[in-house]
């Protein structure tokens, strides 16, 4: 796993002080401005072939986009 620099972890310790609006605001912006490297791309892509043969292996089961909409959104609301 990756270690923070002193700088990023002191950054994110502020940020985390923000109001929640705020915190997205800024995660918006930085990945607004901000390029993948191939590394990360290439593991991103690892995720998405590994869920994609446990769905084809019966492991997964798919489920339709409004209903994990609805529960993202219902996981969101009970936290805030």
């Known amino acids: 796993m990756h270690t923070m620099s002193t700088a990023v972890a002191d950054l994110l ?4 002080r923000l109001p929640a ?30 869920r994609m043969e446990r769905v ?3 492991i997964t089961q798919l489920v339709p986009a409004a209903e994990a909409h609805d529960a993202v959104l219902a996981g969101i609301q009970t936290r805030e």
């Open 13 to 16: 310790t502020a940020a985390m």
């Open 21 to 50: 609006d705020s915190r997205t605001e800024l995660v918006e912006a930085i990945l607004e401005r901000s390029t993948p490297t191939e590394d990360f791309i290439a593991g991103q892509m690892e995720v998405v072939s590994r």
């Open 56 to 58: 084809r292996q019966g």
